[in-house]
């Protein structure tokens, strides 16, 4: 359930947009998902370039294990959609705030956070507010991808938002400020200067093609670590998945609950119907599930206490590998993109 106050920024706001934005979701919270719990790890080999496959039992939510190292959760608290501020510099939102400080409390411990979202103040407050240890926390901003500004000067501005001396990840949120694959592998340098000064212990990427991680891996001295993407059934990108494994780069999976909330009717309503009276869930814990059963992390959002709170069946169940395979399958019937339609084709299945 939405507030008052989230509903009319909806009402405002209509996405297509120059950031990615994230569902309602469940999630399991009996252990906090952060980088120090006692959380199994899921981890992918990439000393031959090709990503491991999920493993066979998986009874708790697991950290994956990126191609530098590092571990994330795979469930994180976005702060798009119903989080975001039209205007960075507009007063202070006590009520986001709130809202982040009880959703970290509640046990999300992985913040997705952007430049574009207009809420880094907010974002660095709740973190102080919400009185968890840093070193628990994973924190991921992102540069704007749709204009031309310098990288350092815009990562510095993030960082002194927040109120942190580093963030656990940052990423490049579109390549649509790029005129050429020069734009975009300077900009994959400026991300490897900053990734050097150990202020950001992972960088990646968001929103890419193929085309526009063959530019950058072309000169890149670090494969980036994650292309955060709009990544559902009736978006599976084609090629574009076998792609990052091939090159040891990880996916995240924002609008992870589409085919379920915003896409529907659809092919797979009767399957998500009777999967979820099979395993005694929901839907959504259904969809949520076929994204993280593949090893990709999903991203989610609320503002409800009683939602954060109460879900706790994400990480009980596992689908079968028929499972997945046939949502995939089924998905494949139909098209749906909610996000950058301004930028790239609604048809366009990549």
Known sequence: MITATHSARLAKFQPPATFPARPKS????STPLSMNSSTAVYQTSHTDGQSASPPKQMSQIQNLKLNDGNQIPMLGYGLGTANYKLDSDSPE??????????AIKAGYYHL???????NEVELGKAIIEAGVPRETLYVTTKISGVKIQDTK???????????LDHVDQYLIHAPFFANSDEDLQKKWADMEAIHASGKAKTIGVSNFLQKDLEAI???AKIVPAINQIEYHPYLQHGDLIPFQKKHGIATAAYAPLTAVVRAKPGPLDPTYEQLARKHGVTPG???LRWVIDQGIVALTTSGSEGRLKGYQKVGQFKLTPKEVEDISELGKQKNFRGFW???ISADDWS
Not at 26 to 29: D, E, P, T
Request: hydrophobic share 45%.
């Open 217 to 219: 891996l072309k000169t």
């Open 112 to 118: 997705d956070g952007a430049e574009a979202y207009g």
């Open 93 to 102: 939102d006590k009520e986001l705030i709130k809202t982040v400080v009880m």
């Open 153 to 163: 000067e815009a990562f510095e501005l993030s960082l002194k938002k927040l109120q």
């Open 341 to 343: 339609k301004n930028k």
């Open 26 to 29: 469940r999630l399991w919270l």
């Open 285 to 287: 814990e259904i969809a």
